[in-house]
């Protein structure tokens, strides 16, 4: 690691300024990508601005139609919180088969969908759930804030400060967890709204990041059963092809993790 | 044969020594060390699999602020490579090109250089500014490839049925006619198996901090399998006599068998000879990975015939295995111990030793056995299919007995394998029902065990205790097991004895922790020791009581006049004696030094329980049962703990390891987020049986116990998939994508 300035602003605002005022600063969240980015001396950051500890960016808000959860909130507080668990447990389970403890300790879901990695957990259930990504400027609709692998809309120095997730009537996340890093290997999210809309988010499947599966929304959306996938045939074009899994297997985990999500969400 | 059936300390899981320091985090591990003024040495390693080094130019890492020193090849000590020079198993040929690659890079991660600087950074810089001229070479990879007729010699000098090859070795074992054995047989089952290379995976990488004066005295401490061989290698490789060479055995974090050889060792004393300041080296998780180990990848084709009522009366195998870089796979173990758990009247076992372009193989727990079992294993499954017979039934049928001639040449005396399919097959497990989309299979194995040079000395401390120094470095258990054998002899609270490991300098010569021979090995020199400590302490109490020696025993702690003179004088404990010692002679203690026989191999059989997610191909092990011969369970604990690893790590062979190279023949997954070792929750709690049938060329009855968990697992898994799916698995890992892609293919076949 070279060496670096690490600021600990008590406010957005001064974060926002910090981040001005550094020739090549980053903002540091729960530090799972960066740190060790950082130590393999792929990164040089000029200033770490460390948001974890602001307080106007931590907690969780349960209202009759929303959860709003503020940026630095961790995930094991997401995971563990009991109104969060009544009214959208899937993003509970979510939030609780995130890599170890340790990991949700630390880790933020802010920093989670800023990273996008294109494994990470959070922007399935962002998507599936058509949350909106709140900032220090503006407000962004789910389906336009990923923008593709580690992408995402968000301004040079933009700041989440919340994610707001409309309650579905039923939703659930299913995943194939890499053993190891507990990464999705692939992982889906369906939700049906109130109104009885149906979404889908596919995370780990394709190297783009999260995606939406129309065919699987439509075929959910006419009968909402995991029976209704049977005969679907997922395309492997453009899924991730590793050491870990052919297309082929990913496209099969797709059909197989929507079919158990809505078996876990029924 | 000394068995004492009423022990008070043999069979109990007493505290290990090493339990809170390890828990506590305050256990000294080779990393932890350091000296005033130490410095960082790194190792510049080859990107190809294969080239010839045309020069290597270091001045402009000389040149960099901060480097203290630079060696190459040049600075290792050459064993020609006409004149095998063995130590041990090791030939020093292949290891002084092992340490540091000299005509030739054989291996992406092969050393070409090492430099040492005040920092880690400047000498990771360093190792960037050597300009090595590599001519890059065709290279080969798998077994197929490497023994091709056109395939690249790595070897020009090996030559294989008269021309140069890259198979380095033959060895052939027969027993009676296998043609005529055949020719009996009225089912006959001949398969091949391919299994991938796997790494012992201990967690702790190979660390070493090495110092050498100005006078040319040389202090390591490192981790490793055996600090003898530590100094024996280092000694070859840098032209220091074994004298000057002080090997401290650190606190060990695994082996495996894959800390048996040194990699940093040479490289860190010459770095710190040249240097003149203490160098510490530290290799990272992907070193590890590409550099070191692992075990061998297979190719092996196994044939059993049998008559109808299951009488197996022949068998064959050959076995291919991959030494990587250099000769030495362990094909004695697959070829050796495959056949050797039943009485079959007509053997051939073949191995061959093939090179290719990988890391050279390190020892992994019961090197070569698992591979051979795996096959013979599958196949007796399928045999006992054919036959309709119990596949327990099959194998007690066919086991081998006191009397039995092994297929490896000798005639066992008294063994336990029958008692292990016994208990195998009155176990609850292997009688209770399966859930659906389950299966169960069994299989056996067997290791050679082995026992050797071991030194010990037990000194009475003057407080009266007892310390006992052995010189093997305690990989699982031996210093537990140890204190309770000295503690049973004296009869004292094994609280009382203290065992240390030695350095090289401090306790005589001990092989190295390996072939299951720790215990069977030290736990006889302990036991010469202490009972020659008893007898002087009995002479001194007999002086004391001015009586004859030999109306003297010792019995619970103490000296106590026998015979005519019992009761005659209160007893004198260790601690009275020890008191008196100064006025009786001086300090009491011995030092035994053997090369301890009588190592008997053992046995095990097990039981597995798969259930198998038939939509996305996942393998998960529900139940286990290991069912293993341990001779004498010193301390139960870690006997079962022994098993149990074997068993994790079998299960990682079978299900998720492998060693996966990319186009370019460099491995894609060093590390553990892609190299998929399994963790506790891929695995149920492992049960064991321990039969204990006493070895009777031991004091204790003890065998070796540490390798035979591992060499029946692979098998006892692919036979439980093969019992859930009804689908035989040839080729390890059964990773879900393979599995899912067999069960299509037999989903699209219907």
Redesign the interface.
């Known amino acids: 690691m070279y060496a670096t300035t690490y600021h600990r602003p008590s406010s957005v605002e001064e974060a926002a300024s910090l981040f001005t005022k550094g020739t090549d600063a980053r903002y540091l969240a729960g530090g799972h990508t960066l740190i060790p980015v950082m130590k393999q001396r792929l990164a040089a950051p000029s200033d770490v601005i460390d948001l974890a500890k602001i307080p106007s960016l931590v907690g969780i808000d349960v209202s009759a139609d929303a959860v709003t959860i503020k940026g630095a909130t961790t995930y094991y507080d997401i995971a563990n919180n009991a109104q969060v668990r009544k009214v959208i447990s899937a993003l509970s389970n979510l939030t609780s088969t995130i890599g170890d403890p340790a990991v949700r300790y630390r880790g933020t879901i802010g920093g989670s969908i800023a990273n996008n990695d294109p494994a990470a957990d959070l922007p399935a259930a962002v998507v599936a759930l058509n949350a909106s990504v709140t900032t220090n400027k503006r407000s962004i609709a789910a389906d336009d804030f990923f923008k593709g692998l580690f992408s995402t809309a968000l301004d040079d120095g933009e700041i989440i400060t919340a994610v707001t997730f409309p309650i579905p009537a039923q939703a659930a996340y299913a995943k194939?967890p890499?053993?190891?890093?507990r990464f999705a290997l692939t992982g889906v999210f369906v939700a049906k709204t109130k109104a009885g809309d149906v979404r889908a988010a596919v995370t780990g499947a394709s190297q783009n990041g999260v995606m939406r599966v129309a065919a699987i929304e439509q075929a959910l959306k006419a009968n909402w059963s995991p029976s209704a996938l049977d005969n679907l045939r997922i395309p492997d074009d453009g899924l991730t092809a590793d050491?870990?899994?052919?297309a082929a297997?990913r496209a099969?985990?797709i059909k197989?993790m929507a079919q158990r999500a809505v078996t876990a969400a029924s | 044969m000394n068995v004492v059936t009423n022990n008070k300390w043999i069979g109990q899981s007493t505290i290990r020594p090493d339990g809170v320091d390890k828990v506590t985090g305050r256990a000294a591990f080779a990393a932890d060390t350091t000296m005033p003024g130490m410095i960082w040495g790194k190792v510049l390693r080859s990107p190809h699999p294969h080239a010839r080094i045309r020069g290597i130019d270091t001045s402009k890492a000389e040149a960099l602020p901060g480097v203290k020193a630079v060696v190459t090849a040049k600075d290792i000590v050459e064993f020609p490579v006409d004149k095998s020079v063995m130590l041990g198993i090791q030939d020093m040929r292949w290891m002084c090109r092992n340490v540091m690659a000299r005509e030739k890079a054989l291996f992406p991660g092969h050393p070409v250089a090492a430099v040492a600087a005040t920092s880690e950074a400047i000498a990771a810089k360093a190792c960037e500014l050597i300009e090595v001229d590599y001519e890059v070479l065709p290279w080969s990879i798998e077994i197929e490839d490497a023994i091709k007729p056109d395939a690249p010699i790595l070897h020009e000098f090996n030559t294989f049925e008269g021309k140069p090859s890259n198979i380095a070795g033959k060895m052939e074992l027969k027993k009676g006619d296998v043609a005529e054995g055949f020719a009996r047989a009225e089912v006959v089952v001949e398969r091949t198996f391919t299994t991938r290379a796997v790494h012992q995976g201990y967690i702790e990488p190979h660390a070493c901090l090495i110092g050498v004066g100005a006078d040319g005295k040389t202090t390591i401490w490192s981790s490793s399998q055996g600090q003898f061989m530590v100094r024996a290698m280092t000694s070859l490789l840098t032209g220091i006599p074994q004298s000057d060479i002080r090997a401290i055995p650190a606190e060990i974090g695994g082996g495996f068998g894959g800390k048996t050889i040194v990699y940093l060792e040479p490289l860190a004393t010459m770095l710190a000879k040249k240097s003149g300041r203490p160098v510490k080296m530290v290799m990272t998780r992907e070193e590890v990975m590409r550099a070191t180990g692992p075990t061998s990848a297979s190719t092996s084709t196994v044939k059993i015939g049998a008559t109808k009522d299951g009488k197996i009366v022949a068998a064959q195998g050959t076995f291919y295995l991959q030494a990587g870089a250099f000769p030495g796979s362990p094909i004695r173990g697959a070829a050796g111990c495959s056949f050797s758990p039943y009485d079959i009247p007509h053997v051939l076992s073949i191995g061959y030793d093939v090179l290719s372009n990988r890391s050279k193989v390190a020892a992994y727990r019961a090197p070569g056995a698992p591979i051979g079992a795996f096959a013979v294993e599958c196949v007796l499954d399928e045999l006992a299919e054919a036959l309709k017979i119990d596949p327990l039934a099959l194998r007690l049928k066919n086991a081998a007995k006191e009397g039995t001639k092994a297929s490896h040449g000798p005639v066992y005396p008294r063994i336990g394998y029958v008692e292990t399919v016994e208990a195998a097959m009155n176990s609850e497990h292997y009688k209770a029902p399966l859930g659906k989309l389950q299966g169960r299979g069994v299989a056996s194995g067997f290791w050679f065990n082995a026992g050797g040079e071991s030194s010990a000395q037990v000194n009475i401390t003057e407080d009266g205790n007892v310390v006992v120094t052995t010189g093997h470095p305690d990989i699982g258990g031996s210093r537990a097991a140890i204190a309770n054998v000295c503690a049973e002899l004296l009869g004292i609270d094994y609280r009382r004895v203290s065992v240390i490991i030695g350095d090289t300098q401090t306790v005589g010569f001990s092989n190295l922790t390996g072939g299951s021979r720790v215990l069977f090995a030290s736990a006889m020199v302990v036991t010469q020791a202490t009972e020659q400590v008893i007898a002087t302490l009995c002479k001194r109490a007999a002086k004391i009581w001015e009586i004859d020696p030999e109306a003297v025993t010792w019995e619970e702690g103490a000296a106590r006049p026998a015979g005519a003179n019992a009761g005659k004088f209160p007893p004198l404990t260790l601690k009275e004696l020890a008191d008196k010692a100064p006025a009786l002679g001086g300090p009491v203690g011995a030092s035994v030094q053997l090369n301890t026989q009588g190592a008997e191999g053992g046995f095990g059989t097990h039981v597995c329980d798969v259930e198998v997610d038939v939509d996305l191909g996942i393998v998960r092990v529900v139940r286990y049962t290991a069912v293993q011969d341990v001779g004498r369970a010193v301390h139960p604990g870690y006997v079962e703990g022994q098993l149990q690893g074997g068993v994790g790590q079998g299960i990682g062979w079978a299900l998720s390891e492998e060693y996966i190279y990319n186009k370019d023949g460099k491995v894609d997954n060093p590390g553990f987020l892609d190299y998929r070792m399994p963790v506790c929750s891929d695995l149920p709690m492992i049960d064991t049986i321990l039969v204990e049938v006493p070895n009777p060329k031991h004091p204790q009855g003890v065998k070796g116990v540490g390798e035979v968990p591992l060499v029946p697992v692979m098998a006892a898994v692919a036979n439980a998939v093969h019992n859930a799916l009804g689908k035989r698995f040839y080729a390890l890992p059964m990773s879900p994508p393979k599995v899912l892609e067999a069960l299509e293919v037999a989903q699209a076949a219907e």
Request: glycine share 8%.
């Open positions: 194939f890499h053993p190891a890093s050491i870990h899994g052919s297997y099969n985990l197989v």
